[in-house]
């Protein structure tokens, strides 16, 4: 009887943010593609960016894995499945291991899914200007919950190979148990370029094959993979669950605005549609297209469409035909930057305004500093596009825009009453015109699978009266 080859995962996590946890997962994901295995990527947290990042590398679909937003078996459920079908899963972690919702447990942090999933952790630590010093940090890391299992440290930004001889001296004196897998030269870094919502889009920023080399280079060269691997086999039982699919008599056609200005969804939310009995049909606004024949509804996802708003403020046949849908009552749905994209104007950093769609009675303006960023729960306060009053949907804000200039004798219809992370703090959000519901939060489905079969539902509707 043949032996199932080995399967691996784990949990690269930090000391904080901005260690260089990304990079690393980008470069152990490269190394293994490079030896052969499939790499199924994975990142905790509400990220868009870095998943597309790991999706270029490994050329597998980057999800997210959520421990506020999500149910355990939601998580376990969609890992398991996933992996499956994979040698090796990296999960990158957000922010440092121990971070997450909030101060007081470990709701949303690294920590809380390396247990969920039984994985073990290997610890980022930048160790610039540090040496026995860096062996305490991790001292306090590992003993800070006995409950996680560590299979060793990555230093990154050391000054050279004495540096790594120090910090391997001072970890083998007082954490003789946690192994150093290497360490990485500070000038020996990938530099990927960055902006006001995080690191640029894989649409904008392709990691060229010369830097996925260095990548893997890095990897081959600064760490010991075959001390790492052993150390991470998954020996828990896999089981792929079953996935029930709609009914519907006729699948009716999403449109899904895709491109650079529109990037920001979670793929969990597309399976969703699709298993609710939708058909999804991605689109380029930015290349001139428009809504497919037979289109049933609309997704506008978020993104970075005031770095776009002129090219945008030039498709007036994106535009009409979205009038025209929502003079018909299509139902539309947007998102953070879909709902700046439906507004009268975007007014961009340097002052200029650029028409937008008009069919909400607001114009937004981009801010110099960060207006929203954290954790949100949404309660419909009335019947919309998602659901009935009282449905509860988790996501999350981060947008550096606000919105300006309400018209005159224009009323909004609020659809969400918006719970925040302080006690009792709640306010209206989720703004509705006759077909259309937008707002600034993404939110995850997977929080409420309601919402995305009552979508699929009304946009089958529509269908049938079309």
Known sequence: MNKSPPKYALVIAGTQSGCGKTTLSLALMAALKARGLEVQPFKIGPDFIDSGLHTQISGRESRNLDGWMLSRNYNLNLFQNLLCTADVAIVEGVMGLYDGYDGIGESGSSAEMAKWLDLPVVLVVDARSMARSAAALVYGFKNFDSNLRFAGVIFNRIAGEGHLTYLKQAMS????????????????????????????????????????????????????????????????PLSAGERALSELTSAPAIAVARDAAFCFYYPDNFEMLRQAGAKIHYFSPLAGETLPPKTAGLYLGGGYPELFAGQLSSQSRFFQDIHSAVERGMPVYAE??????????????????????????????????RK???????ELCRSCLLGEPGLRIRGHEFHYSEIVQFEEGEGLNYAYKLHKRKQGET????????????????????????ASSNFVRLCEEYKGRS
């Open 372 to 378: 929203a960023l954290g954790y949100t729960e949404v």
């Open 173 to 236: 004196a007082n954490l003789p148990d946690i192994d150093v897998l290497g360490g990485i030269p500070r000038e020996e870094a990938i530099a990927i370029p960055e902006r006001h919502l995080g690191l640029v889009t894989t649409d904008e920023f392709k990691l060229n094959r010369v830097q996925q080399d260095k990548l893997v280079g890095l990897v081959e060269r600064y760490l010991d993979i075959d001390l790492l691997l052993p150390k991470v086999q998954f020996v828990s």
């Open 336 to 369: 953070c930057g879909g709902l700046m994209t439906l507004s009268r104007f975007i007014e961009t950093g340097d002052g200029k305004s650029y028409a937008m769609a008009g069919l909400l009675p607001f114009g937004t303006r981009m801010l110099d500093r």
């Open 427 to 450: 306010r209206l959000e989720g703004y509705m015109h006759r077909s259309v519901l937008a707002s600034y939060i993404h939110l995850h489905w997977g929080s409420a699978p309601q």
